[in-house]
């Protein structure tokens, strides 16, 4: 059987987010018109249907999933991106030569086996302890999970740790609507907005935060000043002292 398969909107679902809970899915968004695309094509081709490639590739035709396409943020073809346990975990752009794609393939996760059912999956418990369950909160965070993060975040308990629970609800809402598909993709700074979150579900906060300012320095008024917001998160997950919140709290300062 190849290893080698069409994917469109209607079956991304299946062909991609649940097969990537057995195996990591690399998706490459292409179009027949794209020279780097015929260039870089076959070599995926090839190494997906190598023996223990560890990989399986799904071809989806830009052209002919736009919305897919904006969805997930293709702003250039060829675009390949791999999906593990149901999320996003890296890209590249562009013709990569071959040492280059095999090294990308080898530093992807693995995918952990389960078997994700067609229902919601148990919302996690909060901890009693206000500390401990700020604690959790951070950790779902930093794993990209807004849902989860939600609903350990929202209705804290009165404490020394509820402004900083507070703080953090933003950035989980945030993430959140991004996985639920409501950050709306209307012109180039939606689409911005909805790539920062992606990018920061996959812990790549410098080019997260960039486009976050990007959006702000272009609209403060932007979704009711939410990107401010997501942004104050963010400084807040990741501590005074990280060199991100540094150099991003003097930028965010200036655009007041």
Known sequence: MSNVFDSNQATFQQDVIQKSYETPVLVDFW???????????????RMANETNSGFVLAKVNSDHNQQLSMQYGVQGIPNVKAFVN???VDEFVGAQPE??????????????????APVASPKPVAADDPADRLQQGRKLL????????????????????????????????YLCDAVLGKLSSANDLDNTYRQAADAIRRRDYSTGMYQLLTVINQSKNYRDGEPRNVMLGLFELLGDSDPLTKAYQQSLVATV
């Open 86 to 88: 149901g999320r996003l």
């Open 142 to 173: 930093k794993q990209g999970n807004g849902c989860e993060a939600l609903t350990v975040l929202n209705n804290f308990p009165d404490s020394p740790e509820a402004a900083t629970a507070k703080k953090l609800q933003p950035l989980a809402n």
């Open 99 to 116: 040492p280059m794609v095999r090294q990308f393939v080898q530093r992807l996760p693995k995918a952990n086996g389960a078997n994700p």
């Open 31 to 45: 179009a027949p018109w794209c020279g780097p695309c015929r260039m870089l094509g076959p070599v995926l081709e």
